[in-house]
T-cell receptor, first 111, second 117 residues
């Protein structure tokens, strides 16, 4: 499973766009990139998943360059309730559904 | 509400106690998981069950004993724990956990906050 590197923490203000970048230099051909969100004392929650280029849903966008060695989670116009830890995961999810979580990025949104 | 419930939400136990954590999923999934999350540490996968059979056991000490009586229920039996076992224990489920399956999203419960005195 590919190792991921993310910033440990980020600060933002309400209404701003937040971009969290994840590095995964040894990503394999069959690997997908997935992001989870975790609020304090709760379980992680799936946000978005992608393989290449751009994926968008009602919560976020995921940008993946052609070499796939990094990815960027984009949260548009964040609010205080977006304060959470965001995890980037990379893996071939035909491996029995195993998820390997790293340290994640602790996002703090201020008024 | 993710469709995965865990009880109790909080548990305080002594090192000589025996207790059990319960997880129930109402999603019709075939795979269930136990994770441990210690303070300021990443989630650690402990056990994976697929169709009620254990398919993964990540070198977890024997004082943690999982049980999966059916695809909707998962237990974690605890005995003679240590203070360093204090953590948030999370249960998750997914449609499938077999190696041949394609990606499936995992749905997490709210966790049980365990404190070992």
């Amino acid at each position: 499973l590919a190792k991921t590197t993310q910033p440990i923490s980020m600060d933002s203000y309400e209404g701003q766009e937040v971009n969290i970048t994840c590095s995964h230099n040894n990503i394999a051909t069959n690997d997908y990139i997935t992001w989870y969100q975790q609020f304090p004392s709760q379980g992680p929650r799936f946000i978005i998943q992608g393989y290449k280029t751009k994926v968008t849903n009602e919560v976020a966008s995921l940008f993946i360059p052609a070499d796939r060695k990094s990815s960027t989670l984009s949260l548009p116009r964040v609010s205080l309730s977006d304060t959470a830890v965001y995890y980037c995961l990379v893996g071939r999810y035909n491996q029995g559904g195993k998820l390997i979580f790293g340290q994640g990025t602790e996002l703090s949104v201020k008024p | 509400e993710t469709g995965v419930t865990q009880t109790p939400r909080h548990l305080v136990m002594g090192m000589t106690n025996k207790k059990s954590l319960k997880c129930e999923q109402h999603l019709g999934h075939n795979a269930m998981y136990w994770y441990k999350q210690s303070a300021k540490k990443p989630l650690e996968l402990m056990f994976v069950y697929s169709l009620e059979e254990r398919v993964e056991n990540n070198s977890v000490p024997s004082r943690f004993s999982p049980e999966c009586p059916n695809s909707s229920h998962l237990f974690l039996h605890l005995h003679t724990l240590q203070p360093e076992d204090s953590a948030l224990y999370l249960c998750a489920s997914s449609p499938s956990g077999t190696p041949s399956s394609s990606y499936n999203e995992q749905f997490f419960g709210p966790g049980t906050r365990l404190t070992v005195l």
